[in-house]
Each structure stands twice: as C-alpha cells, then as structure tokens.
C-alpha cells in the first residue's frame, strides 16, 4: 500500500506542476483596446476552442479535475 501511494503522490505533484504551467501559458480574458474597434471579433476568437488556446482551456481543466480526485484519495488514504 505504501508503493502505490508514493506513485499517487508523485503523480499528484506532477499534475501540481503542470497546472501551474498550463495556467501561466494562457492568455489573459480581457480584450483591451481591441474591443472598441471591433477587433475582438476576429476569426481567432470565434474558434478558439480549436486553437491553441482552447486546447489549454480544455487541459487546464482535466488537469484540475485530476487534481481534485488525486486530492480526495489522498486525503482518504492519509487519514485512513
């Protein structure tokens, strides 16, 4: 039992690291002076969720649900 709580918990740290990455590479949500003109309305933000962006997004969060249960049976397992 301890081996493969180790292996949870080394995995738990990689996914830590990971998301903080992850989340340091994205862009940020705002638009800026780019919204007066128009210009957030370009083809890039119409489809982003097939671009590079939407592909972190998308990692960002199976990263965070990963996170949350790795969590919880790590909390279990350390009390139990």
């Known amino acids: 039992m301890s081996t ?3 292996i ?3 995995a738990y740290i990689l ?3 990971a998301i903080v990455i992850v989340v340091l590479m994205q862009e940020g949500k705002n638009s800026g002076l780019g ?3 128009g ?3 370009s083809y ?3 489809n982003k969720g ?3 962006e939407g592909i972190k997004v998308k990692l960002t969060a199976v990263l965070a649900a990963l996170f949350i249960v790795l969590s919880i049976v790590l909390c279990t397992t350390w009390l139990g």
């Open 4 to 6: 493969l709580k180790t």
């Open 8 to 10: 949870v918990m080394i």
């Open 15 to 17: 996914i830590c690291v």
């Open 35 to 37: 919204a007066l003109s």
């Open 39 to 41: 210009a957030s309305d």
């Open 44 to 46: 890039w933000s119409k």
């Open 50 to 52: 097939r671009s590079s």
